[in-house]
């Protein structure tokens, strides 16, 4: 084991980079379980947290993986569209997390099929 402080990662603020090392390891214990709590809430939706908006059709939400995956369809929302209402576009595949009390929808692309 090195001697010497590990470097932080650059990603972080100056405040927790100057913050953290001062605190004794019962607190980095605890801050340790609290942030592996933390990611295991954001990254834990479960299929009752997620809702269809107007226009769009969920058609699967897979909980197995580290995060949650929506398969769903959506209308364009273009009045001139052949496809929309009746079979929507699709199917996209998006991972969703929260961060706060908010869900996040990222958009991964079209399932391909």
């Known amino acids: 084991m090195s001697s010497?402080?590990?470097?932080?990662?650059?990603?972080?603020?100056?405040y927790i980079v100057e913050g953290i090392p001062k605190q004794s390891n019962e607190s980095l214990r605890d801050l340790q379980?609290?942030?592996?709590?933390?990611?295991?809430y954001r990254e834990?939706?479960?299929?009752?947290?997620?809702?269809a908006d107007d226009g769009e059709e969920i058609e699967e939400v897979d909980e197995s993986g580290?995060?949650?995956t929506v398969i769903k369809r959506v209308?364009?929302?273009k009045d001139a569209c052949t496809k929309c209402?009746?079979?929507k576009h699709g199917p996209y595949r998006y991972e969703v997390s929260r961060q706060g009390?908010?869900?996040?929808?990222?958009?991964?692309?079209?399932?391909?099929g």
């Open 66 to 68: 580290g995060t949650t």
């Open 4 to 14: 010497e402080l590990p470097t932080a990662p650059d990603s972080l603020p100056k």
């Open 101 to 112: 009390g908010k869900l996040v929808w990222d958009y991964k692309g079209p399932v391909e």
């Open 44 to 51: 834990a939706v479960s299929a009752e947290d997620i809702e």
């Open 85 to 87: 209402p009746e079979t």
């Open 75 to 77: 209308d364009c929302g």
């Open 33 to 40: 379980a609290w942030i592996d709590q933390l990611i295991e």
